[in-house]
């Protein structure tokens, strides 16, 4: 099941937040994880969804707004999305990215981009196979958009 993330279940999302900054090589900090999440949500700069398995969560995603002036909309960035390792190949990680999109579109968006790392094959394979374009690559990641 998927839910939004709010104050009322920060507790569970600062776990999966902490676990997300530890797969990039970044020291746990679980204070600083509910306050900067906290942030995100009081302020409204962000939308979070999180997956519960049998009342666990499990997943989470988080976008960001991305405004374009020309076309006078605001896009999405799918900035963080991360799935516990027992938890992956299940097609959680998929549930998630489709609940960004349709998110997304629901708000006017013309697209949804994300990053991935340039040896994350897994994650790029996933992108291509929800019908992400790939936009072009820098030396350490690649970025995809999803035209909605």
Do not use: C
């Not at 909309?73 to 390792?85: E, H, M, P, Q, T």
């Not at 094959?121 to 992400?132: I, R």
């Amino acid at each position: 099941m998927i839910v939004l993330g709010t104050l009322d279940n920060l507790h569970d999302l600062v776990g999966l937040f902490d676990q997300y900054r530890i797969f990039y090589k970044k020291d746990s900090d679980l204070e600083g994880a509910a306050n900067f999440l906290s942030d995100r949500i009081l302020n409204k700069e962000s939308v979070i969804y999180i997956y519960y398995d049998n009342n666990i969560a499990v997943g989470f995603t988080q976008l960001y707004p991305k405004y374009s002036s020309a076309r006078m909309v605001r896009n999405w960035i799918l900035n963080d999305l991360f799935v516990l390792k027992e938890y992956r190949k299940t097609g959680i990680a998929t549930q998630l990215i489709n609940k960004a999109i349709e998110f997304a579109k629901s708000n006017d968006a013309n697209f949804v981009q994300l990053e991935t790392q340039v040896d994350n094959l897994v994650a790029q394979e996933l992108y291509q196979h929800l019908g992400f374009e790939l936009q072009g690559p820098d030396a350490e990641f690649l970025l995809y958009k999803k035209f909605i």
